[in-house]
């Protein structure tokens, strides 16, 4: 078993700690017998101090151990689930740092009771194996906390991409082409750019980038000419800012650390920032919001004014609304929808709200026919237009259970990779007193209202046209209240 110092200390102090109580010794008792003061003991027992080998003769001896039981890293059956956490490369590779905690906290909560601890590690272990969890799960989730602990928009990035644009002169509303980011790649970071469709390699045909060296990169030929300068963008952001780790594909194939996930999350939020300054979107989102109605033409001439994609413009959206419109009850969510076929998946989802969780809570459940993204990958997959391959709507989405509505922005398009499959973006804001204030369309009677659930098996709808698999959960659920209130009724009648 791998372990570091930290952990090794924590185990030292965590048995001293067992062993003690088992004799039904206090720290005093154990002083007196040691020599050593109470307060030297309880920085060990805490994890804080690592004694000299003598010292930990006195205390085996002191509590009826031998040396090696107290330096084994071997721990009881009680307290094994604690060896297993230790050894865990979710918490080797969970970003702690990044929520401002040390694994000297995670220790010292352990340490008041670990064989409680003990119990409640096991059964996180045995759910993340039930549910097929591995350190991907738990570090793509750990971006997700951090991106709603600070809305989605981080000042730090936004100033890095100010910065880059000023040292370049990139003033105005002017585009920046494809070929300037070659250029800027080529000249001053010395990088080699290819293009290719990967042909001789199929399995990786869906992957926009794969980067084998520091100074190579190879784009995929496929790509919209917008998504290939998003690409060049996010390069230039790796060097720019200096970040040395990251992955070598742009979709993940193999999530290793944290800081790859947290490099890549930041060089996509800086080329968005470059492509769609900040001060910009702001004056251009002011004007749009003051529309009486919903005006979807006027999002798409924005996403041709800065000659962005629907997903890069949208998601841009979500990092400006929450930040400077005050819009910070939102969600975005980025589905793909195989064509001749019922099934719609996340690839893509943030979610600052805590009205309802747009992915499948559990394993085979179908999300909600009836969102807005869903409705309009039905609608474009049944009626494919060759003359408008972008696709605008709006929905005012009400969760049946929580009685909330949304307002729910979607797009649809084509997907460029494949051509069995189609994406489409939902940009949704709780419809609350300050979106009513900041949005002049907020009850534009134009826009269609829907009844919506988290998904099939969780919805209590009737009629629902779009059902795609019976409410078995809500039927158990519902089964369960029923019996709770008889049992109730019984236990009163029968006091």
Request: proline share 4%.
């Amino acid at each position: 078993m791998e372990i570091n110092s930290e952990s090794l200390r924590f185990v030292l102090g965590l048995k001293i700690k067992q062993f003690r109580q088992n004799e039904g010794m206090s720290l005093k008792e154990l002083s007196a017998l040691t020599k050593l003061s109470i307060s030297y003991l309880s920085e060990i027992e805490k994890g804080k101090k690592y004694p000299k080998p003598e010292k930990i003769a006195v205390l085996a001896h002191a509590l009826n151990r031998t040396f090696d039981e107290l330096v084994s890293l071997k721990l009881d059956d009680e307290l094994n689930p604690l060896t297993a956490l230790l050894n865990s490369p979710v918490l080797k590779e969970f970003p702690l740092q990044q929520f401002g905690i040390g694994l000297a906290d995670i220790f010292e909560l352990v340490n008041d009771s670990p064989s409680k601890a003990g119990a409640f590690i096991r059964t996180l272990l045995e759910i993340s194996r039930g549910y097929d969890m591995n350190v991907e799960h738990f570090l793509l989730a750990s971006l997700r906390s951090y991106q709603k602990m600070h809305f989605n928009y981080f000042a730090d990035l936004e100033e890095a991409a100010n910065e880059f644009r000023e040292q370049n002169k990139l003033t105005g509303n002017k585009v920046i082409t494809q070929k300037w980011l070659e250029a800027v790649l080529r000249d001053e970071f010395q990088c080699e750019i290819h293009y290719d469709d990967f042909s001789d390699y199929p399995d990786l045909q869906p992957l926009r980038s794969i980067c084998p060296a520091p100074r190579k990169i190879w784009i995929n030929s496929k790509l919209y000419p917008q998504q290939q300068k998003f690409v060049l963008a996010r390069e230039i952001g790796y060097r720019f800012m200096k970040l040395k780790e990251r992955a070598e594909t742009s979709s993940w194939i193999k999530v290793e650390t944290f800081d790859q996930v947290f490099n890549q999350f930041k060089v996509s939020y800086f080329a968005g920032a470059v492509l769609i300054p900040e001060q910009s979107i702001i004056e251009d989102l002011t004007v749009w919001l003051q529309n009486k109605h919903f005006d979807g033409k006027a999002l798409v001439e924005l996403m041709k004014k800065y000659d962005s994609t629907p997903e890069m413009f949208l998601y841009r959206m979500s990092q400006i609304m929450p930040a400077h419109f005050g819009m910070q009850k939102m969600h975005y969510m980025r589905l793909n929808h195989k064509l001749k076929t019922n099934s719609f998946h996340i690839t893509k989802e943030l979610n600052l709200t805590n009205v309802f969780v747009p992915r499948s809570i559990g394993p085979g459940e179908h999300q909600c026919r009836r969102w807005a993204a869903t409705a309009g990958l039905k609608q474009l997959a049944e009626h494919p237009d060759p003359l408008n391959d972008v696709q605008v709507s709006a929905q005012l989405s009400t969760f049946t259970a929580q009685k909330q509505t949304f307002f729910n922005i979607a797009i649809v398009r084509s997907k460029s990779l494949s051509d069995q499959t189609n994406t489409g973006m939902t940009l949704g804001f709780l419809i609350d007193d300050n979106f009513k204030a900041k949005a002049a369309f907020w009850d534009d009677s134009k826009v269609p209202n829907s009844e919506v659930n988290e998904t099939c098996e969780r919805c209590p709808v009737n009629d629902c046209e779009s059902r795609v698999a019976p409410p078995s959960i809500h039927r158990a659920q519902k089964k369960q209240r029923s019996r709770e209130r008889s049992l109730s009724a019984f236990i009163e009648r029968n006091k």
